[in-house]
């Protein structure tokens, strides 16, 4: 199983970007799938996540300016970001629980990381 992260680049502070996120490979089941971040010298932080009954959670910093989404027929999770400030300037993981077997359990797989850079 790979996820293939895309969509970072840089924008001006009030602008807006979508991230895309594609799981590929044996897939049985995705559960929950979402987005983290790392801004430099900063923890990993959760920003988003919606589980398969579209169920979303978010960080306090980005509700009413990011959307997550997901579309199961093709495995990829979205993040919409509006409004970007340059506290948002992070490298961006996406994330998935994925069971490849229906009889083995699920497990975490971790996108490559993509850069969004805000300028202010």
């Known amino acids: 199983v790979q996820l293939q992260a895309s969509g970072g680049g840089l924008v001006q502070a009030g602008g807006s970007l979508r991230l895309s996120c594609a799981a590929s490979?044996?897939?049985?089941?995705?559960?929950?799938m979402g987005w983290y971040r790392q801004a430099p010298g900063n923890q990993r932080e959760m920003v988003a996540e919606?589980?398969?009954?579209?169920?979303?959670n978010y960080a306090d910093s980005v509700k009413g300016r990011f959307t997550i989404s997901r579309e199961n027929t093709n495995n990829t999770v979205y993040l919409q970001m509006n409004s970007l400030k340059s506290e948002d300037t992070a490298v961006y993981y996406c994330y998935a629980n994925i069971k490849s077997v229906q009889y083995i359990p699920a497990r975490n797989y971790w996108g490559q990381g993509t850069l969004v850079t805000v300028s202010s």
């Open positions: 490979g044996t897939i049985y089941r995705i559960d929950l």
């Open positions: 919606i589980t398969s009954g579209t169920s979303t």
